[in-house]
Each structure stands twice: as structure tokens, then as C-alpha cells.
T-cell receptor, first 111, second 111 residues
């Protein structure tokens, strides 16, 4: 099993550009999550999904969108990138809410 | 008052020392308590998971939960340089509510 994979690993965006962060899991987990991690600030939940076709907002959803058309994939879309979205983004999946498996992260810089 | 408080460190100890990492919380409804370990430039990985109060031991690691004091701890015995990482506590009210993470404590074990 590859677990949770994320692409790209690194990306630099200009202000106002858009991009999609990809996340795929091969563990047949129903729950999937997107977090952002800023230095010294812990993990903040952006969006989560409890199954294909079902998504919900987390703590910091503004400026982001998600979709969940399959069990395996949970892409995160950034529209009109802003410097405040410079962060490390982690995707995670789980069978239950608590034992979450995290991907390696995407480091995004918006300049 | 933040929901979950965790001293960011850094904490530096000699190899073989006993390490104590702690979190306090304000939400008395939290019932599920977790510790995640995050190596530099990697995603977090689940280390320990405890439901309600009490102790749980796994090898050199012991997790303690004191719900009356709203205080959780992770003890690492015979610490090793490979334990050098950031340790994040996380907690939730139920199996259907999102995790709330602490900011993480950075630990260095010096050989």
C-alpha cells in the first residue's frame, strides 16, 4: 500500500493564480481531511469528507474548495491565491475519526 | 482561552532521559485523546490513542489522561536520538467530531 499520496511536493504561486492540490489514498478509507500547518501554529482543519459526494467545512475553509467524487481522491482547490495561503498542506484519511494517516505534505509559497 | 494548549519547546534532553510532554484543554466534552509524532518535513503519524481517563502503555511510551484536571501527558522512557521530533496532542468529543490539535512540542534527544 502506498498509503496517502500528495502532489505536488512543492509549488510557488503568484498572487491571484489558482491551483489544485491532489490527494489519493489506497486504504479504502471513508474519511478524508485537508489540514494546513503554519510554523508554530499546529494543524488547522480546512475541509473534510465522510464519504464520496459528502464534504464539509472545517475551521479555516475560506479561499479553498474541495470535491470528493471517488473514495480514493480528495483534491483541494485554491482560487485566487493570496500570501496568507503560504503554508504546508497535509491530506489525511482514516477508517475512524481518530487514527488518521497523513500524506507527506505539499509546501506552497504564494508571492 | 485556547481549546488545547501545548508548550512549543524546544525541549532538549540527553539520551536515556525520561521525557514528559503535556497538553491542557478547556473543553470538558473531549473524550478521545491522541499523540502524533511528526519528523521534520514529514506528515504526522499516530503514536498513541486513549479513550477517556487512564493510562496506556506501548513499549517505551506511556500516555496518561486526567480528565478531572483536563490534562494529558506522554512519557517517553529511555529516550533515543530517533525520538527527536515534534509531538502533537489531539483530542475530540466523539467519534463524529473533528480532531483539535495542539501546536506541538519540539523534542531533541542528544546522543
Amino acid at each position: 500500500n502506498a498509503g496517502v499520496t500528495q502532489t505536488p511536493k512543492f509549488r510557488i504561486l503568484k498572487i491571484g493564480q489558482s491551483m489544485t492540490l491532489q490527494c489519493t489514498q489506497d486504504m479504502n478509507h471513508n474519511y478524508m481531511y485537508w489540514y494546513r500547518q503554519d510554523p508554530g501554529m499546529g494543524l488547522k482543519l480546512i475541509y473534510y469528507s465522510v464519504g464520496a459526494g459528502i464534504t464539509d467545512k472545517g475551521e479555516v475553509p475560506n479561499g479553498y474548495n474541495v470535491s470528493r467524487s471517488t473514495t480514493e481522491d480528495f483534491p483541494l482547490r485554491l482560487e485566487l491565491a493570496a500570501p496568507s495561503q503560504t503554508s504546508v498542506y497535509f491530506c489525511a484519511s482514516s477508517y475512524s475519526r481518530h487514527e488518521q494517516y497523513f500524506g507527506p505534505g505539499t509546501r506552497l509559497t504564494v508571492t | 482561552q485556547k481549546e488545547v494548549e501545548q508548550d512549543p519547546g524546544p525541549l532538549s534532553v540527553p539520551e536515556g532521559a525520561i521525557v514528559s510532554l503535556n497538553c491542557t484543554y478547556s473543553n470538558s466534552a473531549f473524550q478521545y485523546f491522541m499523540w502524533y509524532r511528526q519528523y521534520s518535513r514529514k506528515g504526522p503519524e499516530l503514536l498513541m490513542y486513549t479513550y477517556s481517563s487512564g493510562n496506556k502503555e506501548d513499549g517505551r511510551f506511556t500516555a496518561q489522561v486526567d480528565k478531572s484536571s483536563k490534562y494529558i501527558s506522554l512519557f517517553i522512557r529511555d529516550s533515543q536520538p530517533s525520538d527527536s521530533a515534534t509531538y502533537l496532542c489531539a483530542m475530540s468529543e466523539s467519534g463524529n467530531t473533528p480532531l483539535v490539535f495542539g501546536k506541538g512540542t519540539r523534542l531533541s534527544v542528544i546522543a
